[in-house]
Nanobody, 120 residues
């Protein structure tokens, strides 16, 4: 069982930055960030595998960076040049194997979510 706790969300102006953290109780192989805006489906944002390979949603590539600190069992999502359309609840998800999937149902463990609001 892996327990995930997100932090770092908040209100930021367009063009600003935030860093989200996902602290895990264990060391999952794959960790991904998803987001869900009101009235929309949950969508993948970025993932990082145990070997540090990463992937990003096209609309965040070049603005967001996912990284992990295995010593702290923590995964980060650095978000720069934020746009109003990035506003959503951001969720951390994990799987006990290396997994590349945009389907939320493939991830066994989820955090409670953290709100990110980009607005002037």
């Amino acid at each position: 069982q892996v327990h995930l706790v997100e932090s770092g969300g908040g209100l930021v102006q367009p063009g600003g930055s935030l860093r989200l953290s996902c602290a895990a109780s264990g060391r999952p192989f794959t960790v991904a960030w998803f987001r869900q805006a009101p009235g929309r489906e949950r969508e993948p944002v970025a993932y990082i595998l145990s070997g540090l390979a990463t992937g990003y949603k096209a609309s965040v590539k070049g603005r967001f960076t996912i990284s992990r600190d295995n010593a702290k069992n923590t995964v980060y999502l650095q978000m720069n040049s934020l746009k109003p359309e990035d506003t959503a609840v951001y969720y951390c998800a994990a799987a006990p194997t290396d997994l590349i999937s945009d389907q939320p149902g493939r991830y066994e463990y989820w955090g409670q979510g953290t709100q990110v609001t980009v607005s002037s």
